[in-house]
């Protein structure tokens, strides 16, 4: 079994905490019209292929959508790990309707945190971008952002999460990349 340290299991704890709100929008809707959300589709996360949002009059919505679209259209040679991660955050928001994740103070602040005591595990939280993470919010919270800003916020703090748990869980190395001698 696995061992867990005592930071890993409460970033898995705030994550799995958060997964309930990341499908939330989809069985909340889906009971109040009593009717069956719409089939996910199979096909590629491109542009084309990804469902508007469900309101698109709510302009952060619509950044949200154009945020994600351009991280699935970056074109060039991506590698596994960049290709599982836009998917990963494209899910995350397709599951939301596009709705903000990073709403609450409390949940970005234990964001930072967890982010922050990532080196208890051997990970650097630099390699989490946590100092943009932190510097971004600050400027969010002091302002007035634009849908655009908030949407580049969304997409930059649900990649670190997501890119955090998968290291916790599987190491930051990829096995099937080291040779025989490493």
């Not at 889906?30 to 009717?35: H, K, L």
């Not at 619509?62 to 899910?91: C, H, P």
């Not at 655009?148 to 096995?175: M, Y």
């Amino acid at each position: 079994m696995r061992r867990w340290s005592p930071n890993a299991h409460a970033f898995a704890l705030m994550a799995l905490s958060s997964a309930l709100a990341w499908i939330e929008p989809a069985w909340a809707q889906a009971s109040a019209t009593s009717s069956p959300p719409a089939p996910v589709s199979s096909a590629p996360d491109t542009p084309s292929a990804m469902p508007a949002p469900a309101a698109p009059t709510d302009p952060l919505a619509l950044a949200i959508f154009q945020r994600i679209a351009q991280i699935n259209d970056q074109g060039g040679v991506l590698t596994r790990t960049q290709i599982t991660l836009s998917k990963a955050v494209s899910d995350v928001y397709r599951q939301r309707q596009y709705l903000p994740l990073w709403t609450d103070t409390g949940d970005v602040q234990q964001l930072l945190d967890n982010l922050r005591a990532l080196d208890q595990d051997g990970l650097d939280p630099a390699d989490f971008r946590t100092q943009e993470i932190t510097d971004t919010w600050n400027r969010m919270v002091a302002g007035t952002p634009t849908p655009a800003q908030r949407a580049d916020f969304e997409a930059l703090a649900t990649s670190a999460c997501i890119s955090a748990l998968v290291q916790l869980w599987h190491g930051k190395v990829d096995p099937t990349t080291l040779g025989a001698n490493a």
